[in-house]
Nanobody, 117 residues
Framework: QVQLVESGGGLVQPGGSLRLSCVTS????????MSWYRQAPGKERELVAR????????KYADSVKGRFTISRDNTKSTVSLQMNSLRPEDTAMYYC??????????WGQGTQVTISS
């Protein structure tokens, strides 16, 4: 059974940090591109960060460069997103995504991140 389960979201004050994790199962994790997307109310879902392999150069949205770090552990089939210097505009539902190089795509159920004082 294919599963992508996100965790780590919550309510944080501006300037704070959160670490999101996505634990996966049911597919060959190392063969898939892993990404984090987010969707704020009334907005389209957007790519936050993408990592093809543990040693690859990550891709980040301009809005999060220098603040967010994506990492993956192929031995544990997990992908994480370390988020620092959080801003109110980072408030969104964050989704874990697995992409088999355009041939298939999997999504988690999402974890809510709210940045507010």
């Amino acid at each position: 059974q294919v599963q992508l389960v996100e965790s780590g979201g919550g309510l944080v004050q501006p300037g704070g940090s959160l670490r999101l994790s996505c634990v996966t199962s049911g597919f060959t994790f190392s063969s898939w591109i892993m990404s984090w997307y987010r969707q704020a109310p009334g907005k389209e879902r957007e790519l936050v960060a993408r990592l093809t392999s543990p040693d690859a150069t990550p891709k980040y949205a301009d809005s999060v460069k220098g603040r967010f770090t994506i990492s993956r552990d192929n031995t544990k089939s997990t992908v994480s997103l370390q988020m620092n210097s959080l801003r109110p505009e980072d408030t969104a539902m964050y989704y874990c995504n697995a992409d088999l190089w355009g041939r298939n795509e999997l999504w988690g159920q999402g974890t809510q991140v709210t940045i507010s004082s």
